[in-house]
C-alpha cells in the first residue's frame, strides 16, 4: 500500500470518529494546552496583569532570579517537594496493596463497606481534612495527638507545636497527604486483584506457602503493570502538593514547608511575580515528566499475566 493511500485511510478514519471527540479535543486545547503554552511565554516575560502592560520580553531573566534568590526559597521547596516523594511514595504504596490485599481476603466480610471507608477521604473536602488535622495536631494538651501521646501514653517528655517546627510539620504534612490519597491505590488494587487466577494461589497453599511468602512471590510479581501506574500517579501527587501545605501550615515556619507549587502560588498571587512563578512552574513540569516517562512508556508493553 502506497503512502498517500494510507493518509487517505487514515485521513478518513480521523473523520469518522471527529465528531465523538471532538468535545474533549476543544476542551484539551482550552484548558491543557493554551495554559501550558501561556505559561512557557509567561515564563519568559516580565509578565503584568495590569490592562495594556508591555509584558517585555526578558528571556532567561526569570529562571535566573528564581536560582539567584538570595532567601533560597526555590531550593527549600524543591527539597521539601523530593522529600514529600520520598517519604510518601513508599509509604502510600505498600499501604495500599496491603490494605488490598486485606480486604481482599476470603474471611473478610462487608469488602463494600471497607472500600467505601477507605475511599471516603478522596471525595471528602481537602479543607475539612485540613481542619481535621489541625485539631488532631493542635499545640498543647487541646490537640488530640499531643494529649494521647503526652497526657495519656507519656510517650512525649512536652506537648509538641507540631507547626511551629519544621520536622513536626513535615511528618504532619505527610500525614495528612497519605491519609487523604491511601484509599485511592486501594480501590486501584482491589479492582486488579479480581483478575489474579485464584489457582496460583490455591498452588502455593498446597506447596505449603504461607501468608507472606503468597503475598511476596505471587501478588506483588503479578501486579507488577498496576504497580507502575500506582507509583507513576502517586509521585506526580507528591510533586503536587499544594493543599497539603497551604492549608495546613502555609509554608511556615519562615517558608520552610514550602514545596513548588505553594511557592509558586504565593510567588504569584501573593507578591505577584509570575514571571518567576511561571518558570519555576515549567522546571517542575519537566521534572515530572522525566520522573514519569520511562516508566509510563513501559505500562502498555507489559501483561498481567
Given amino acids: 500500500m502506497s503512502p498517500k493511500s494510507r493518509f487517505a485511510i ?36 516580565n509578565f503584568s496583569i495590569m490592562p495594556n502592560a508591555s509584558n517585555d520580553w526578558v528571556g532567561f531573566a526569570n529562571y535566573a532570579k528564581v536560582f539567584q534568590d538570595p532567601n533560597g526559597k526555590f531550593w527549600i521547596a524543591l527539597r521539601n517537594t523530593f522529600l514529600n516523594v520520598i517519604a510518601t511514595v513508599p509509604v502510600n504504596w505498600f499501604l495500599a496493596i496491603l490494605f488490598a490485599v486485606l480486604i481482599n481476603a476470603k474471611f473478610v466480610k462487608y469488602k463494600i463497606a471497607f472500600r467505601t471507608i477507605y475511599y471516603l477521604p478522596i471525595v471528602t473536602s ?13 499545640d ?16 512525649l517528655p512536652q ?30 488494587y482491589m479492582a486488579a486483584l479480581q483478575g489474579v487466577p485464584k489457582d496460583l494461589y490455591e498452588a502455593a497453599d498446597i506447596d505449603g506457602a504461607n ?5 511476596w512471590h505471587i501478588t506483588i510479581p503479578l501486579l507488577k503493570p498496576i504497580s507502575i501506574f500506582v507509583v507513576i500517579n502517586l509521585v506526580n501527587g507528591a510533586f503536587g502538593f499544594f493543599p497539603q501545605v497551604y ?59
Fill in 10 to 45: 487514515g485521513f478518513r478514519q480521523w473523520m469518522a470518529v471527529l465528531p465523538y471527540i471532538a468535545l474533549g479535543l476543544i476542551g484539551t486545547a482550552v484548558f491543557v494546552l493554551y495554559p501550558m503554552i501561556k505559561n512557557i511565554l509567561i515564563s519568559f516575560q
Fill in 126 to 138: 481537602w479543607i475539612i481534612i485540613a481542619l481535621l488535622f489541625k485539631y488532631l495536631f493542635a
Fill in 140 to 155: 498543647g494538651d487541646g490537640g488530640f495527638v499531643n494529649y494521647i501521646l503526652h497526657k495519656q501514653l507519656g510517650l
Fill in 159 to 188: 506537648a509538641i507545636s507540631w507547626r511551629s517546627n519544621y520536622w513536626s510539620a513535615m511528618i504532619m504534612i505527610w500525614l495528612f497527604h497519605i491519609w487523604k490519597t491511601v484509599g485511592w491505590g486501594v480501590v486501584i
Fill in 211 to 215: 501468608a507472606g511468602q503468597r503475598f
Fill in 247 to 305: 492549608f495546613i501550615t502555609k509554608g511556615g515556619p519562615m517558608d520552610q514547608t514550602q514545596v513548588i507549587p505553594s511557592l509558586i502560588y504565593t510567588q504569584a498571587f501573593e507578591h505577584l511575580k509570575f514571571g518567576p512563578a511561571a518558570a519555576m512552574g515549567f522546571m517542575m513540569g519537566i521534572m515530572v515528566f522525566l520522573l514519569t516517562y520511562s516508566q509510563m512508556t513501559k505500562i502498555g508493553k507489559q501483561r498481567m499475566f
